[in-house]
């Protein structure tokens, strides 16, 4: 599996933007998807994962209510919906998927990254 993120960029505080990530492989599928983020000293953090079917998913409370990730399985693709920004959003974000049906929580069961994308907001 190889996972693309795109859409990232530079956006004001309170203004949102949309993250996908796009995978190779139908395998992609079955898989659990989680959006990491990364600020500049600080550690990979999970954001948010969502199960292989969309009906579950898991956030943060540091996004809740203004994150939402989804997925279309159809075009072997994740979003993330990011709404309300905040400077403290402004990190790398990366997409991992885990050979797993339900919700990962843990890091070190993703087992496929994506380039990361970078979002930055100002104030």
């Known amino acids: 599996v190889q996972l693309q993120a795109s859409g990232g960029g530079l956006v004001q505080a309170g203004g949102s933007l949309r993250l996908s990530c796009a995978a190779s492989g139908r395998a992609f599928r079955r898989y659990a998807v989680g959006w990491f983020r990364q600020a500049p000293g600080k550690e990979r953090d999970l954001v948010t994962a969502?199960?292989?079917?969309?009906?579950?998913?898991y956030y943060a409370d540091s996004v809740k209510g203004r994150f939402t990730i989804s997925r279309d399985n159809a075009k072997n693709t994740v979003y993330l919906q990011m709404s309300s920004l905040k400077p403290e959003d402004t990190a790398v974000y990366y997409c991992?998927?885990?050979?797993?049906?339900?919700?990962?929580?843990?890091?070190?069961?993703?087992?496929?990254w994506g380039q990361g994308t970078l979002v930055t907001v100002s104030s």
């Open positions: 969502i199960n292989w079917n969309g009906d579950s998913t």
């Open positions: 991992a998927a885990a050979n797993y049906i339900g919700i990962v929580e843990v890091t070190s069961k993703y087992d496929y």
